[in-house]
Nanobody, 127 residues
Framework: QVQLVESGGGLVAAGDSLRLSCAAS????????MAWFRQAPGKEREFVAA???????????ADSVKNRFTISISRDNAKASVYLQMNSLKPEDTAVYYC?????????????????WGQGIQVTVSS
């Protein structure tokens, strides 16, 4: 099993920045993808960004967050963490943000492709 714990959420004003963190522990994989999803009230959970575990790993972003959000990954022995730097936040970015992991190096945007999930963390952007 893999445990994922998110942190860094909160309430900010439009135009502000916020950095989310997700620490993984437990079972380890040699190749994996770490991703962020989000779910706004009354909406489906949607892909935000993902990064592969490969050194200099590939990234992928949803169109709605390109050029505003940056995903990065760090590895310390058997533990990995993924970060989401969110700049120029908008009220429409308000959602619960989830960290997720899948084995392999294919970045997929469908939530069913991901095997492990964090509990989610609230991000609220006021106008």
């Amino acid at each position: 099993q893999v445990q994922l714990v998110e942190s860094g959420g909160g309430l900010v004003a439009a135009g502000d920045s916020l950095r989310l963190s997700c620490a993984a522990s437990g079972r380890t994989f040699s190749m994996y993808v770490m991703a962020w999803f989000r779910q706004a009230p009354g909406k489906e959970r949607e892909f935000v960004a993902a990064v592969t575990s490969r050194l200099g790993g590939s990234t992928n972003y949803a169109d709605s967050v390109k050029n505003r959000f940056t995903i990065s990954i760090s590895r310390d022995n058997a533990k990995a963490s993924v970060y989401l730097q969110m700049n120029s936040l908008k009220p429409e970015d308000t959602a619960v943000y989830y960290c997720a992991v899948r084995q392999g190096l294919s970045i997929l945007q469908g939530q069913r492709a991901y095997d492990y999930w964090g509990q989610g963390i609230q991000v609220t952007v006021s106008s």
